[in-house]
C-alpha cells in the first residue's frame, strides 16, 4: 500500500471544540480551540483579574488546544473566527463584595461566574500585544505539569535571549533554570522531577527585561528549540507554540 494510501485510511482525532468545552452555540460550538485563541483568554482574563486560576476558562481553553495539536486533531496554523470575532473578560457590577463576570468569545457569553471584585480590576479587559514573558506564562498554563526537556530548555534560553538581548543566561534566571532542570529531570522520580510551570508561572517578572513577541522572536525560538533534533519537524513544542500564538496575535493588533 503507498503511503498516500495509508494516510487516506487514518481516521483523524476529534478536536475539542468550544461545545465541548463551554455553553457555546451557532457556529463556534463546532469550532475547535487552538492555542491561539487560548492565548487571547490568557491576556483578557490575566488582565482583568491579575491572575490565571488552574480552573479558570482560560486554562481550560490552553489544555483543549494543546490535547488538539499533540493529537494532530488541527494543524498548527488553524485558525478560527476567535481572533476577528475577539475576547472580552467583563465585570457586570462595580460594587464591592461579589461581582458577576461574563467571559465572552466572538461576541458570545460562553461563561459567567460570581467572583470576588477588586477595587483595582478594570471593568472591561481589552485586547493588547503580548510580550515575550506573557507568552512563557500562556506557556506554563497549557502545560504546567510537564516535565521540562530539552527541548524546552533550548526554547526558553532562545526566548529570554530575545527579551533581553543578552546571549548568556542570567544568573538564576528562567534559561537557567529551565537548563539545571532538563539535565536532573532524566535521573528523578516524576513526583520530583521540574515542571514547565515551575519555572515559567511568573515569567513576566522574572525576566530582566521583556518585548513583544514578533514574528522573528517566534521563529527564532523554534529553530532553538530544534537545534539537535534528528528528522523532527513536525509539530512545535509548547513553547514554540505559545511564542508563534502571541506573534500572530500581535501581527493582526
Known amino acids: 500500500m503507498s503511503a498516500q494510501g495509508a494516510m487516506s485510511q487514518e481516521q483523524p482525532h476529534r478536536p475539542l471544540t468550544y461545545g465541548d468545552l463551554f455553553d457555546a452555540k451557532g457556529d463556534l460550538a463546532s ?33 483543549a488546544a494543546d490535547k488538539n495539536l499533540q493529537s494532530r486533531a488541527i494543524s498548527p496554523d488553524r485558525r478560527t473566527i476567535v481572533p476577528e470575532g475577539g475576547v472580552v473578560v467583563a465585570q457586570l457590577t462595580t460594587v464591592p463584595g461579589d461581582a458577576k463576570r461574563e ?32 507568552a512563557l506564562e500562556a506557556a506554563a498554563l497549557g502545560s504546567c505539569d510537564k516535565p521540562v526537556e530539552a527541548i524546552d530548555a533550548r526554547a526558553i534560553k532562545s526566548a529570554e535571549e530575545r527579551a533581553t538581548g543578552l546571549s548568556l543566561p542570567m544568573k538564576d534566571g528562567i534559561a537557567a533554570t529551565a537548563q539545571s532542570a532538563a539535565q536532573l ?60 500564538a502571541a506573534a500572530n496575535m500581535n501581527t493582526e493588533i
Open 185 to 244: 529531570n532524566p535521573g528523578v522520580d516524576d513526583f520530583d522531577k521540574t515542571t514547565i510551570g515551575d519555572i515559567l508561572t511568573d515569567a513576566s517578572s522574572e525576566l530582566g527585561a521583556d518585548k513583544l513577541v514578533t514574528q522573528e522572536d517566534a521563529r527564532k525560538v523554534r529553530e532553538a528549540e530544534l537545534r539537535g533534533q534528528k528528522g523532527e519537524g513536525g509539530q512545535p513544542g509548547v513553547i514554540a507554540a505559545a511564542l508563534q
Open 31 to 63: 469550532m475547535p480551540v487552538t492555542k491561539e485563541d487560548a492565548l487571547m483568554m490568557q491576556n483578557a482574563e490575566a488582565l482583568t483579574t491579575g491572575q490565571t486560576k488552574t480552573d479558570s476558562p482560560a486554562c481550560i481553553m490552553q489544555s
Open 103 to 134: 467571559y465572552i468569545i466572538a461576541g458570545q457569553t460562553v461563561v459567567r461566574e460570581t467572583t470576588l471584585l477588586r477595587p483595582t480590576d478594570p471593568i472591561v479587559a481589552r485586547e493588547g500585544s503580548i510580550t515575550i514573558g506573557e
